[in-house]
């Protein structure tokens, strides 16, 4: 069995047309993307209220005829924004997204959590109920909309987030009970600087919690840095251990998407053949 393995489009960097990049992951052996539709083509517009089914399909053909899929759209939006008015406009921008998203050829919506504070430096104060609690409500919200579109809202837990362990991914989806909920596992994400040297114990964890409703894998790596805080580093550069997260998803979950995050040049094919290797030995 072949990995499946995508990149976030918007870490090809350099390419000013959708064609261009959509030949480029293809021409690295890539079979997917996570399309975040401002940070690829920020000079087209994609404000709310800006897509149609025919915008929608013309980028997803560009990416079809290249055997490339939009395997989903991110749109990660301050949904608990202190400001109720703009925290409603991040909530339209995602449903917007929701309603669109099978015109891309695409199934999935992707998010975090946000923040509690408008500034989204890291705070505690994420860590408190009511955050989580506001993130329900606004997550409940979005998945109604899913609901009536048949497309599926994919939570990713986050460190600087109200939902940031997969505990609290858990709770999320037992008080939502939908199936149009469903998550992206970032293995990083889940890791601090008091549990990274426990990762087997943690995947393991996070896998017998949220396995069955796992839709996309994020693929990025990490060091601990002078300040003993986790640091985000391209594929196969850092700590992360592959080898236990391969062991969980391979049986589980045969031809996940997994796509490459913070990964940039010079570092993409290093990372690919890293992950590839990694996966062939699982």
């Given amino acids: 069995m072949e990995l499946n393995l995508g990149i976030r489009a918007h870490d090809i960097q350099g390419q000013e047309t959708i064609d261009g990049l959509a030949k480029e992951i293809a021409g690295k052996g890539l079979t997917a993307v996570q399309l975040a539709l401002g940070k690829s083509f920020p000079d087209l517009n994609t404000s709310v209220g800006s897509l149609s089914p025919g915008l929608a399909r013309h980028i997803g053909d560009q990416f079809k005829k290249n055997d490339v899929q939009i395997a989903v759209l991110g749109c990660y939006i301050h949904m608990i924004h202190p400001d109720k008015e703009k925290r409603q406009s991040e909530l339209e921008r995602f449903k917007e997204h929701i309603r669109f998203a099978r015109d891309f050829g695409c199934s999935i919506v992707g998010t975090e959590t946000g923040n509690v504070h408008e500034k989204t430096a890291y705070t505690e104060d994420n860590f408190e109920e009511q955050p989580f609690l506001d993130v329900v409500e606004s997550v409940r919200e979005l998945v109604e909309e899913a609901e009536k579109f048949g497309v599926i809202v994919a939570i990713e837990a986050g460190i600087n987030h109200p939902v940031h362990t997969a505990q609290k991914l858990r709770r999320l989806i037992d008080l939502i009970d939908s199936p149009n909920l469903q ?17 087997e114990e943690v995947f393991q964890e996070a896998m017998d919690l949220l396995g069955d409703h796992i839709v996309i894998m994020h693929a990025k790596d990490f060091i601990i840095d002078e300040n003993g805080w986790v640091k985000m580093v391209p594929v196969g550069t850092g700590l992360l251990n592959y080898d236990a997260v391969f062991k969980l998803i391979k049986p589980k979950k045969p031809h996940l998407n997994v796509l490459l995050e913070a990964t940039q040049e010079p570092h993409i094919d290093a990372s690919i053949e890293f992950l590839r290797k990694k996966y062939a030995e699982a």
């Fill in 183 to 199: 998550v992206i596992l970032d293995p990083a994400n889940l890791l601090d600087p008091y549990n990274y040297e426990r990762q």
